[in-house]
């Protein structure tokens, strides 16, 4: 199967400018291709990294990658399709695109006939006249081409200011210096970015006669079609400090019964006939999860490394009593309890295994929480309480301060000491 067809089994092209060509391309040359990132927030996010792994996906394939992080384009943002961004100080911008440039950097090779290239657009724009750029790339832009695009369309009875009206031509001209200095003839992004991928193929046509090509990804979407992003619910970065490889792990374990397939195709390197076979024993024991623990490793490997992925995957199996919760780090604990009901205690003094049960709300009441001690269903740390009056103590905390109880075998939640209420 060539690398094109292949792209389209995993789902992975939504548009393409002239597809017959572009395959011709990618099956039978070497093609230099750029894809951008703007650095709107601290880190990129897991939409964002459908790209990179498309780019490396690309460049294994034998192209050759140029990851451009958007200096000068993050200073203004690209249109939003509901209200104006807010313009961030370019102090906080540009030390975002060092962040996002050792983010992007991992996912590619530096070395070899195809070496990734990274870019900064802010080279190309900071001297750049503002009557050069009118004259220059300006002239080249139709207002009623660019009044059709949909955000802006979207934006017309709210208001959209010039600023934002005008980054299709910053992106285009990306494409148009890339073109020039590294002979860029591919912009891959998401389909979101359709308008803005054509506007840059048409700059290139009208200002040096050549063709070039873009293709969009689709937008990694939830089962009702909401998006992923840094401004919806549910965002997913990439940095372990942002989201944990704990909670990275367990938002791709957790993936909708009707999504995983969707997903390893477009984000794991695995093969046609192991998704396959992964499909064919996700329908006939869905209640196994192979599919989706086969794409939370597959990721959590890549993003954050093998040994994370099994710190990841040992806090999962311990908080449901498979594993020595002792053997976790204050770090894994943290991630682990975000994700769990809690209660915060300032201090441990006088608190019984009740208050711990009731506190949480893995119980309902007080008096459910002794009936749940009386028929042995309640548990510290993974040991059985028979006593309904236990006094916790210090020597029971885990690391960082962590009590993490449990009613039954699934129900969990867990106090945090020496954090004030959160009321």
Do not use: C
Request: no cysteine.
């Amino acid at each position: 199967m060539s690398l094109f067809d292949d792209l389209s089994w995993r789902g992975l092209i939504a548009h393409s400018t002239d597809p017959e060509a572009l395959k011709e391309d990618l099956d039978h040359g070497q093609v230099t291709f750029y894809v951008g990132f703007d650095p709107t927030a601290p880190s990129l996010h897991m939409g964002n990294l459908l790209q990179l792994i498309f780019a490396r996906r690309l460049q294994v394939a034998g192209h050759r990658p140029i990851l451009l992080v958007g200096g000068s384009t993050g200073l203004i943002g690209d249109p939003r399709q509901s209200s104006e961004r807010n313009l961030n100080p370019q102090e906080l911008v540009h030390s975002w695109v060092e962040r996002i440039r050792s983010q992007v950097a991992k996912y590619v090779s530096f070395e070899g006939d195809n070496a990734a290239i990274l870019a900064n657009n802010y080279d190309w724009t900071v001297g750049l006249s503002t009557l050069d750029f009118l004259r220059n790339i300006g002239k080249h832009f139709s207002v009623n081409r660019m009044l059709d695009r949909e955000v802006v369309r979207t934006r017309l009875e709210t208001g959209i200011s010039y600023t934002e009206f005008s980054y299709v031509l910053l992106q285009s001209l990306d494409y148009l210096e890339l073109h020039r200095l590294h002979g860029a003839t591919l912009q891959t992004g998401g389909s979101d970015q359709w308008g803005n991928l054509t506007a840059g193929v048409e700059l290139i046509r009208r200002v040096t006669g050549d063709k070039a090509h873009a293709l969009a990804t689709p937008l990694i979407t939830k089962a009702d079609g909401t998006k992923y992003g840094k401004t919806e619910s549910g965002t997913v970065w990439l940095d372990p400090n942002m989201t944990s490889p704990y909670a990275f792990h367990q938002f791709f374990l957790n993936a909708e019964d009707s999504m995983v397939v969707s997903y390893l195709k477009a984000f794991t390197t695995r093969s046609h006939e192991e998704i396959e076979a992964l499909e064919r024993e996700a329908n006939e024991r869905p209640q196994d999860r192979v599919a989706q623990r086969a794409l939370a490793d597959d990721l959590t490997d890549l993003v954050h490394g093998e040994s994370e992925r099994k710190d990841a995957t040992n806090a999962a199996r311990a908080v449901f009593g498979q594993a020595d919760l002792r053997g976790l780090n204050a770090a894994t604990l943290q991630a682990v309890s975000d994700g769990l009901p809690r209660a915060n205690w300032e201090s441990i003094e006088g608190h019984t295994i009740i208050d711990a049960l009731a506190d949480t709300g893995i119980v309902s009441s007080r008096g459910a929480a002794r009936r749940a001690i009386a028929e042995g269903g309640a548990y510290l740390n993974n040991e059985r309480i028979t006593d309904p009056d236990f006094v916790l103590s210090l020597g029971d905390a885990l690391a960082g301060g962590v009590f993490l109880v449990r009613r039954g075998k699934k129900t969990v939640g867990v106090v945090r000491l020496g954090v004030p209420n959160e009321e």
